[in-house]
């Protein structure tokens, strides 16, 4: 069988760090292969390495004759993702302004500026993902699982020989997992090398043809993924929240019965209908999920709440009893809520220590320019040893995985211990061990405090049991999503 791509005795050092030890691999053609392993662990590295984006520190990587890593190598992942965000950020001033006149990059410009594909190709690969309706729309205004789709496919229609997948099924629902689960099974067949890494094992598809294991940068495993037995114990090893991270108390000012009452509220960006006519009423000791499919435009909804987006102003929207545009500013709905999301991980590019991220949550920066109270930095070092990360606490946070971020930033979100937590897709990029403390934190702020919760997820195992109300977005593409109230089953 043809090797794509072979791996000999490949290390990575970031200064006196080794960061990869000594991996030796190789990817046949039509193989399918998991790469496993937790937050850290070199996943994202090896992957860089393999497409050509960093080379290794020793060892060599040798390619297939005639293949090209930068054209043959397709690469999905979130810091790609944030590229090509970057990327539009950096052609196109109107994003701050919101976008109404001028839509940037659309996704059919994005699509065809990387593709030799024929007509018909291009419209069998946009209607298998259900993607038609997107074509003309700026690729700022897609949710994370609708860039995500139009990233596969833009890759796809360039015909890699090998296609590497970092956490593909996060920020998808329902029907697009399916989608990419039916593309999985089938991309072998045609000589096309699969990689997927994976946090979680219960992901690993049953025609996987390779398991490998990393723990530490080193290769802990390399076989039968049916061969594979994880460490007795591993994953619950966490320490339990110490009452002190999590309001217990009542805030001495007084809280509204009323947190959130929204009456017929809509939103347009351009011509591109988002929300409907909304009504929604979140009371007093609620905790709410929020649902749709993938662009039905729940972190618009959430973005009207944070204070984080202006279209709120004019709305018949209230927050904590007081009407919105009433002569508060963002910094004072700020104080009161906490927030984690993908939008907002990606807009967290500075240079900064991972200790001083959980820091700035006292302040709501993106960055660090006060000086903290001794408090302050107790309660953050208490935090992030809360997530392991203690060894990590003076690494830029440029230098951690994406999991490692994702859990600073809730960290950042709850260290002030805010009336209104809004989770938006949280366990994100986080493997399994601190999925389950992100979920078991969440369920005891919910049951244990004050601090109300607003909670998105795709994946059906992240669901609580301590959610009181479900809204759900049915999406229109012509008119906007409308909103539907539910109580769980």
Known sequence: MNTHVYLQNVSYRDGHRL???????????????MVLGPNGSGKTLLAQIITGRRAPSSGSVTYASGLKPEIHIGYISFEEQETVLERERRRDESWLLHGEADPGTSVDTLLKECSSCDAHEFTQLINRFSLEHLLQRGIKYLSTGELRKVLLCRSLLSHPALLLLDEPYDGLDRASRKQ???MIHELPSQGVSIVML??????????????????????RYLGDPSGYLPKPGKGTEKAPIPPSLVRSTPTQTSISQKVIEMHGVRLSYGEKRVLKDV???????????????NGSGKSTLLSLVSGDNPKAYGQNLFLFG???????????????IGFVSGDFQFSYRVRIKALEVIVSGFFDSIGLYTQPTGYQLETALEWISLLGLEKKKHDRLSKLSFGEQRML??????????????????CQGIDDSNREMV????E????????????????????LSCIHRILELVPDHLEGSTAVISSPA
């Open 19 to 33: 960061l990869l030890d000594a991996v030796s691999w190789s990817i046949t053609a039509g193989s399918l292969w």
């Open 409 to 426: 930033l809730i960290a950042r979100a709850m260290v002030k211990q805010p009336r209104l937590l809004i989770a938006d897709e949280p």
């Open 444 to 463: 005891s702020i919910a049951r244990s405090g004050e601090t109300q919760l607003l909670y998105v997820t795709h994946n059906p195992a992240e669901t």
């Open 322 to 336: 007081r009407k919105r545009g009433s002569g508060e500013t963002v910094w004072d709905i700020k104080k009161q």
């Open 439 to 442: 979920l078991s934190l969440l």
């Open 279 to 293: 009504t929604w009423t979140v009371n007093e000791h609620e905790h709410w999920m929020i649902t749709g499919p």
């Open 180 to 182: 990419l689960e039916s």
């Open 198 to 219: 994976l946090n979680h094992r219960d992901e690993i598809p049953p025609a996987s043809t390779g398991l490998i294991c990393l723990e530490d940068g080193a290769v």
